[in-house]
């Protein structure tokens, strides 16, 4: 199948980057937004990290004014109707999800394949809605998008081979690596990183240790390039722990069960490095252990 048109929904932290990538390997981008600030935000990135890559000489100026060129942004998500595939990476909950799909289905060409860049939501049950299941999948990039290599492809139940090919397809073209997963929750990245980070957490409350030797553990003694505590920290705690509830329900089993100190944490409104405090406060200069 040929994609040329892709549709992407949500110009946030991972709608940014996925236009910003598919826009450099040649794709016509139609990014889409129910907020007119954060299409505009969106491009100003994405035009400021297409620079970056020009100055590093990772890419040449015209590379840079063609992949700005293929890029069209629209608040109207029906005009999505006319693309090849669409990639969804709207806010992480499932009910805006679904009026997404819902106000899109009856727009699109019928050989129009539909995903979701979700984190955690079933995609059988998303595909399961549509009146498409076997052209829905997961695409799940990582975050920040135009530096990770992997991107997790997720069969839902009912996706079928030609489905799966063309993202594949699609994948290979940007340049990265497709994981294949099966669905089941947080799939493969997520599902073995973040009870790693769990136990971190765990490991700081029993006080095994404090953050600065846990995370200097993790580093120098296991070679991860961050500590896990550090990496809660960028990912966001707030998500950490959200997918500690999906595997911890999901699977019913204890052993994802989420540290209370975790929870404490989110409570207290401390996210991490978009609040400037977590583990670490990041208010002054340096960043400083909170524990
Ligand atoms: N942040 C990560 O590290 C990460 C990594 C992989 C996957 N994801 C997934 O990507 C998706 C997006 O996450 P994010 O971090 O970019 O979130 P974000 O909050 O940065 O961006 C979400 C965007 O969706 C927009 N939006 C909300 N409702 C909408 C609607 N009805 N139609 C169109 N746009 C709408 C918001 O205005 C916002 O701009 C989520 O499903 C998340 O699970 C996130």
Not at 25 to 40: I, K, W
Request: charged residues 25%; proline residues 4%.
């Amino acid at each position: 199948m040929d994609i040329t048109r892709i549709g992407v929904v949500g110009a946030g932290q991972m709608g940014n980057g996925i236009a910003h990538v598919l826009a450099l390997a040649g794709y016509d981008v139609l990014l889409n937004d129910v907020s007119q600030e954060a299409l505009d935000k969106a491009v100003a990135l994405i035009d400021r990290n297409l620079d970056r890559q020009v100055s590093r000489e990772k890419i040449s100026a015209e590379d840079k004014a063609a992949a700005m060129a293929r890029i069209k942004t629209t608040m109207t998500l029906t005009d999505l109707g006319k693309t090849d595939l669409v990639i969804e990476a709207a806010t992480e909950r499932e009910e805006i999800k679904q009026k997404i799909f819902d106000a899109l289905l009856p727009h699109l060409e019928p050989h129009t394949i539909l995903t979701s860049n979700t984190s955690s939501i079933s995609i059988t049950r998303l595909a399961s809605r549509t009146d498409r299941p076997e052209k829905f999948m997961g695409f799940h990039f990582m975050n920040p998008v135009p530096l990770m290599q992997l991107v997790e492809l997720i069969r839902g139940i009912a996706t079928d081979a030609e489905t799966y090919d063309a993202c594949l397809g699609v994948v290979e073209r940007l340049g990265k690596t497709a994981a294949s997963a099966e669905d089941f929750p947080a799939f493969i990245v997520n599902r073995i990183l973040m009870p790693m980070i769990n136990e971190a957490v765990y490991t700081l409350y029993e006080g095994v240790g404090n953050v600065n030797s846990i995370d200097q553990s993790m580093k120098l003694g296991a070679n991860h390039p961050m500590g896990p505590l550090e990496l809660a920290d960028f990912i966001g705690l707030d998500t950490c722990l959200a997918i500690m509830n999906v595997l911890h329900d999901g699977l019913a089993d204890t052993k994802y069960r989420p540290c209370p100190l975790l929870t404490k944490y989110v409570e207290a409104g401390w996210l991490g490095r978009k609040t400037k405090r977590g583990f670490y406060d990041y208010r002054g200069e340096t960043p400083v252990p909170t524990r």
